[in-house]
């Protein structure tokens, strides 16, 4: 009974609350209309109103006569009885409050997004971060008539620097007795004879074999990640440059005893006698290969050409009759050829070898 009585009472007041509302905007109606019939009053024999203000309060009487019909069919479907108008408004109701919600969790999202600190507001962010948009697009255009060839080959070479000086510092750690030094150009490893060759001979000595098998071993484990082919490690955490390697030359040199021929004849031998001690050592060195799928590990000879000691001095022959181990880089010829990533090497391994561009 008392759940009935609450009910009744529940429908009452929802039906004064139609009630209250329909006699609110009946009663703004008239009003507007008792305003209208005092300004019609005022107006004298000749006097005319604009057409404006005319279509204006006809077009308010419209809006709230309209409004008027609505609140009475919603009133009168409820009175008689429509179970459909409170689920209805009720729906309304629930879809308002949940697009509430959304927009509230949208703004939320959005302070964080743009990091506010207490105080900031999103569109003082918003402008910070414009601001800051248009300057990296005025360095942009500073920079774009920067040399992109140019600029790789710079980052290339202070890289195979550093590969150079990793080199050193490992093979020195191994065994402080070689001698082993960089070339002023920062683009070869230079092994002073001390011992390496006897005059006049190809074949390296018992203790510079051992030291160009222990050489072998660091230099692979090092070029691992700048050179292709089976045994390399390439990747970004070790070559964030893309600096890859072209050309591993094994360079033999001779003193100045002898004729030029023969003395070229010489350290091309003597190139060889240490690329074969080198790969006996580690084979895998002749799985790296370069962007053109070509061996790396090469072998030259410079005869008496470049010598690093003076020979008037003790000492100097000796140390003239040596090996380099210099490192060529792969140099772009154009910016299309320039990798802009590791995914990207294979692009430019097809470029480099007769492909086409996809």
Same mark, same amino acid.
Do not use: W
């Given at each position: 009974?008392?759940?009935?009585?609450?009910?009744?009472?529940?429908?009452?007041?929802?039906?004064?609350?139609?009630?209250?509302?329909?006699?609110?905007?009946?009663?703004?109606?008239?009003?507007?209309?008792?305003?209208?019939?005092?300004?019609?009053?005022?107006?004298?024999?000749?006097?005319?109103?604009?057409?404006?203000?005319?279509?204006?309060?006809?077009?308010?009487?419209?809006?709230?006569?309209?409004?008027?019909?609505?609140?009475?069919?919603?009133?009168?479907?409820?009175?008689?009885?429509?179970?459909?108008?409170?689920?209805?408004?009720?729906?309304?109701?629930?879809?308002?409050?949940?697009?509430?919600? $959304?927009?509230?969790?949208?703004?939320?999202?959005?302070?964080?997004?743009?990091?506010?600190?207490?105080?900031?507001?999103?569109?003082?962010?918003?402008?910070?971060?414009?601001?800051?948009?248009?300057?990296?697009?005025?360095?942009?255009?500073?920079?774009?008539?920067?040399?992109?060839?140019?600029?790789?080959?710079?980052?290339?070479?202070?890289? @195979?620097?550093?590969?150079?000086?990793?080199?050193?510092?490992?093979?020195?750690? $191994?065994?402080?007795?070689?001698?082993?030094?960089?070339?002023?150009?920062?683009?070869?490893?230079?092994?002073?004879?001390?011992?390496?060759?006897?005059?006049?001979?190809?074949?390296?000595?018992?203790?510079?074999?051992?030291?160009?098998?222990?050489?072998?071993?660091?230099?692979?484990?090092?070029?691992?990640?700048?050179?292709?082919?089976?045994?390399?490690?390439?990747?970004?955490?070790?070559?964030?440059?893309?600096?890859?390697?072209?050309?591993?030359?094994?360079?033999?040199?001779?003193?100045?005893?002898?004729?030029?021929?023969?003395?070229?004849?010489?350290?091309?031998?003597?190139?060889?006698?240490?690329?074969?001690?080198?790969?006996?050592?580690?084979?895998?060195?002749?799985?790296?290969?370069?962007?053109?799928?070509?061996?790396?590990?090469?072998?030259?000879?410079?005869?008496?050409?470049?010598?690093?000691?003076?020979?008037?001095?003790?000492?100097?022959?000796?140390?003239?009759?040596?090996?380099?181990? @210099?490192?060529?880089?792969?140099?772009?010829?154009?910016?299309?050829?320039?990798?802009?990533?590791?995914?990207?090497?294979?692009?430019?391994?097809?470029?480099?070898?007769?492909?086409?561009?996809?």
């Amino acid at each position: 009974m008392r759940h009935a009585f609450r009910q009744r009472l529940s429908e009452e007041e929802e039906e004064s609350v139609f009630v209250s509302m329909t006699d609110m905007t009946v009663s703004f109606l008239f009003i507007v209309m008792i305003l209208l019939a005092f300004f019609a009053t005022q107006i004298t024999p000749g006097e005319t109103v604009p057409k404006h203000m005319l279509d204006e309060a006809e077009s308010i009487i419209e809006q709230r006569d309209l409004q008027v019909r609505q609140l009475l069919a919603e009133l009168e479907s409820y009175r008689s009885g429509d179970p459909g108008i409170i689920p209805k408004l009720q729906a309304e109701k629930a879809q308002l409050e949940a697009r509430v919600r $959304a927009l509230e969790e949208d703004i939320d999202a959005i302070h964080a997004e743009l990091e506010l600190a207490d105080g900031d507001t999103a569109v003082a962010r918003i402008s910070l971060l414009r601001n800051e948009l248009q300057r990296l697009h005025a360095l942009l255009a500073a920079s774009s008539d920067e040399n992109l060839i140019e600029r790789y080959n710079t980052v290339v070479s202070l890289q @195979r620097a550093k590969i150079l000086h990793v080199l050193r510092e490992r093979i020195v750690a $191994a065994d402080p007795s070689i001698d082993v030094s960089i070339s002023r150009n920062q683009d070869a490893l230079q092994f002073r004879g001390d011992g390496l060759f006897a005059s006049n001979s190809t074949t390296p000595s018992r203790q510079g074999r051992a030291k160009m098998r222990l050489i072998a071993g660091i230099l692979q484990d090092v070029i691992a990640c700048f050179a292709l082919g089976e045994p390399s490690t390439l990747g970004s955490t070790c070559n964030e440059d893309i600096a890859v390697i072209d050309a591993l030359q094994i360079e033999g040199h001779a003193d100045s005893v002898g004729s030029d021929n023969h003395n070229m004849d010489l350290s091309a031998r003597r190139g060889a006698a240490i690329y074969g001690e080198m790969i006996a050592a580690n084979p895998q060195l002749l799985g790296f290969i370069n962007l053109r799928a070509q061996p790396v590990l090469s072998v030259s000879g410079y005869g008496e050409g470049r010598p690093i000691a003076d020979e008037a001095l003790p000492g100097g022959r000796d140390a003239n009759r040596r090996i380099d181990i @210099r490192f060529i880089m792969f140099s772009p010829v154009d910016e299309a050829s320039i990798p802009s990533g590791l995914d990207d090497l294979a692009r430019i391994q097809k470029l480099l070898q007769g492909g086409e561009f996809e």
